[in-house]
């Protein structure tokens, strides 16, 4: 007797082909047979699943998670496995929660706490490998798979100090990193906007990406700047990849700001050229035109040397902010020489590139600010009765840095550019918190409802090919992303005439709806389009190449 058969749906199986009307059987967390002739109609089911007129695809992969404590918190976070995610990346953008640096644990945490936040989660482990033994032992609603984080492998080599790396504090890294992928890093991540790892120069990261090389894993880098230096960021991102034979992934490719949105098309030509000399390139994309990280990334970058502590003594002294103010009014008018030598060379002046009326906050730790959520720092700072720079730099003080932003910065039509690509793997970027985005519910409905259906900028097929067996195959997740007789039973039945995102920046926190069943690991997630409670994630390692 099967666990479950999935009946009479269109099978979407993950491999840009179809959709065919089939049975699928699946049991011991295995998909046991995916039948097209009937023989299934009769075979005993401890429970069967009506698919007719449904979708039966593979689970979704979601490439770029910031769910690294979420996924361990209680209750179990259901955003994600409501709107069909089976499977997170987690330890973006060079920032998580292992390894943890000898002596700055402290430190760590309050680095990461904007972004990750920090559920009552006791942080039992060190070492990266202890951090993936707690996630496969926690009961995670979902699998997950780890990157390395870039940022605490640096700081247990140098700190948070904003200079390059000696030889010997650069090997001390490559160690941490070499450790950390033999237990089961799937790959290393970086965020050049987020110190310390902004801090390192390209010999840094060549190095480390050779180390990532050679245990045939993958480079996923926020890169340095989105806006008016994309281009070069691409090249900079382009030439580190080339130089140290890694498989590159950047996260959440896009044009920032009006002024950059026209760089499209050189941007695409660029990674279009390299994947023609034969480099592996991808990228994901979450499907909404504005963004969301922490308050932090809109200053200097310098102003986070030596971490969180000696950011808020800064915003508090009357130097560190002139210089600052300073910074936010004349670096669009500076050299590249002076930019330089102020440590801003690649900032990106959201004043001058976005505009504070374009930056909503989203989340902030006390009761006493949280009339802030949902208004913009322009809208703030006129109930304040200040300068925009001066609301940013007093509200991080005020809430001890843990503060959030959304930023409207991005063109629908170039949005729908990027996605077209064939190498567009979809993904959340999901940060929990406050007035969240409205991608940690509803990314991947928004794509099958609006730009499938509605729109038709992707195939129903290609669609879930980019959301299922590529994010699995460039994680070297063996077994998983299609709908194939012996694969995990990670499975998604949606409806494909009502799927559709509910949640909106006023209101993001509502679910969608057409996600009707969620399998994962062959345990029943979702039924009838609500989360039952199941915690049969696991943690996922890559299968490196011999």
Partial sequence: MFDYIIRGGSVVDGSGSGPVRADIAISGGKISAVSQNGDMATAPARRTIDAGGKVVCPGFVDTHSHSDLMVLSSPPPEPKVRQGVTTELLAQDGLSVAPVPAGRRELLKRLVSSLLGLPHVDWTWTSFAEYLAALDQGGMPVNAAALVPHGPVRMAAMGMEARVATDSELATMEGILDEALSAGGVGLSTGMIYPPCSFADDRELIALCRVTARHGGIFVIHMRNESELLI????????????????????????AGHAAWPKVDEMMT???????????VTWDQYPYTAGCTVLTATLPPWTLEGGTPALLARLASPEGRRRINQEFAESPRMSPAERAERGIATWDNRKHTLGWEHITISSVKSQANRWCQGLSIAEIAQRRGQTSEDTIMDLLLEEDADVNMILHQGSEERMKQIMAAPETIACTDGIYGGKPHPRLFGSYPRILGKYVRDEKVVSLPEAIR????????????????????????DVVVFDPATVIDRGTYERPDIHPVGIDYVLVNGALAVDGGAYTGARAGRALVRQFPA
Wanted: net charge positive.
């Fill in 232 to 255: 070069q960021s691409v090249k900079e991102t382009l030439a580190i990849a080339e130089q140290s034979g890694v498989a590159l992934h950047i996260s959440h490719l896009k044009a």
């Fill in 270 to 280: 660029l990674l279009s050229d390299a994947l023609a000399r034969g480099m592996k």
């Fill in 466 to 489: 980019k959301m299922t067996s590529l994010p699995a195959q460039l994680l070297g997740l063996s077994g998983r992303g299609l709908i194939k007789q012996g694969y995990s039973a």
